[in-house]
């Protein structure tokens, strides 16, 4: 039987493309109409922020955690997370799991090593531009990183947060995520990670000047080929 997949939610938009890539990519493997068995829980992205704001990741953590029981009481198997920043707390509660998960940024990395790219270039809230997510997972497998400079990070965290998250997606907003990733190709970056789980949903792969490691569909495929796993 499949594994029941956990989705530890925080904002509607990301979560909703990965459970949705989840189960629409899972009949080419499984059959008409057919996905294994998933759930969703999430607190209040307001829960999330007045503790993202703080930097206060021991609280993040605990979010994280309480939505990992409440699925596991209800038979979920493994989780995973479709929300970048909030990785920043993953070692301070994932020793009390009840069930094991899969690491954001540990599949990127992964992918971004079986294409063949070696310096990448990051975008995400400006907590995760900024934090260790990316520059952990990167540096196990010998990858590096740019970031962008300090107005840039601004200026995509606030696209992210006064509108992604909201659901609103602008053609001038997109034209200036690829403005910024133009100018980490320019520093020598050979691929960009949409390291937000909504920034998939504005940037389009056809005309974003690198290739794009999308992290909410790649976790959402790593999670089901984690779930058809024996």
């Known amino acids: 039987m499949p594994k029941h997949l956990g989705i530890v939610a925080c904002s509607a938009e990301g979560a909703a493309l990965c459970y949705r890539t989840f189960c629409t990519e899972a009949p080419v493997l499984m059959g008409e109409y057919m996905h294994p068995e998933v759930s969703v829980h999430t607190h209040p992205l307001a829960e999330y922020m007045k503790h993202i704001q703080l930097e206060d990741w021991e609280q993040v953590g605990s979010l ?3 939505s990992a029981e409440k699925l596991a009481m209800i038979g979920a198997q493994f989780a995973i997370c479709p929300d970048n920043t909030i990785h920043q ?14 690491h954001i940024a540990e599949v990127v990395a992964l992918e971004a090593m079986s294409r063949g790219f070696r310096n990448l270039a990051i975008t995400g809230t400006k907590y995760l531009m900024t934090g260790p997510v990316y520059p952990q997972a990167l540096k196990r497998l010998g990858l590096s990183y740019e970031i962008p400079d300090e107005a840039d990070r601004e200026s995509i965290d606030t696209i992210i947060f006064k509108e992604l998250v909201n659901g609103v997606f602008q053609d001038n ?13 320019d520093r020598g970056c050979d691929a960009v990670v949409l390291g937000c789980t909504e920034i998939p949903l ?4 056809m005309d974003c000047p690198l290739p794009t490691l999308d992290s909410t569909r790649l976790l959402a495929r790593a999670a089901l080929r984690e779930a058809l796993v024996d």
């Open 64 to 66: 994280m955690l309480s």
């Open 89 to 102: 707390a993953f070692g301070m509660f994932i020793a009390r799991s009840p069930i094991p998960w899969l």
């Open 173 to 185: 907003s997109r034209r200036h995520l690829n403005s910024i990733i133009q100018k980490l190709k």
């Open 202 to 205: 504005l940037v389009d792969p």
